[in-house]
């Protein structure tokens, strides 16, 4: 009997803030002994042919994004990450929104870059929208220019209340998180909560809204995620079970934009299974 698969279910490329591009992503996964990976980089679909094109024998790869969503159900706006598997990369109404989210990212980084600037601090939008290569730019990308000019020494502190944490944080304009779950199951596509748990992040959703999203469409819960606690995780497990969701485990890898490895958290293949039997078969699960 062979052993089980090993299956990573978040993870980005250059495409967004990940820092290996998503041919270099793929035959990452692939030496690190990953079975199954999906590429699931913030608001675009831009690495899933050049990552499908470099595909090493023996790795499945499931195409995915990463949704910037927003539950307008408390004020300020609560920010949640949305994963989606598998889903239609032609549907009209989902390709529009992303290319909105896309374009609002990068009118925010340029008003970011200008409030540091205003404070004196040399940082260059066209260096950073270059640094971005032409994928999603966030602001990893502006932590980065932060980086170089000597002002920090880390990602981590870039991230912090001084700097792009709180300080020079600007909000996105996302997708109200109700309409991304349906447009992502109407491009027969399955969507998972992203890390929903995760308080270092900031605020969380409610476990009411997380029940609201489950009766529209929602398929799963990443519970496995570096940035859970054991409680945290275990909260998740129990709500997923509650709602009858899928529970999701991965390393959420950006390359070296953070420290977490590929296959550092996984998904179990049962687990696995479902996604891919929810999906409605518009993109297939691509085989190395
Ligand atoms: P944005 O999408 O522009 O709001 O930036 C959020 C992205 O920054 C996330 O997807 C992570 O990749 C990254 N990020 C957020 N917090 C941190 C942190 N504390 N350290 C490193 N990267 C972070
Ligand atoms: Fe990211
Ligand atoms: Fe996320
Ligand atoms: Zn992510």
Redesign the pocket.
Known sequence: MSAAPRIDLHT?STA???TLSPAELVRAAAESGLDVVAITD?DTTAGWAPALEALPAGLSLVRGA?L?CRWYGEEPAL?L?LLAYLFDPEAPELVAELARVRAA?EE??ERIVALLRADGIDVSWPEILTGAGGG????????QALIRAGLVA???E???PDW??ERY?LP?EDIDVFRAVRLVRAAGGVPVFAHPRATR?GRIAPDELIADLAAVGLAGLEADHEDHSPAERAHVRALADELGLVVTGSS?F?GT??TVRLGAFTTDPGAYERIVAEARGVTEVASG
Request: hydrophobic letters at 15%; aromatic letters at 2%; zero cysteines.
């Open positions: 980005h967004s803030d990940g913030h990463e910037s920010p990450h990212r925010r980084g999603t730019v966030g602001r990893p990308h502006i932590a880390t990602t981590t870039a991230f912090g792009l944490g944080r996105k992040r959420d950006h934009h953070k």
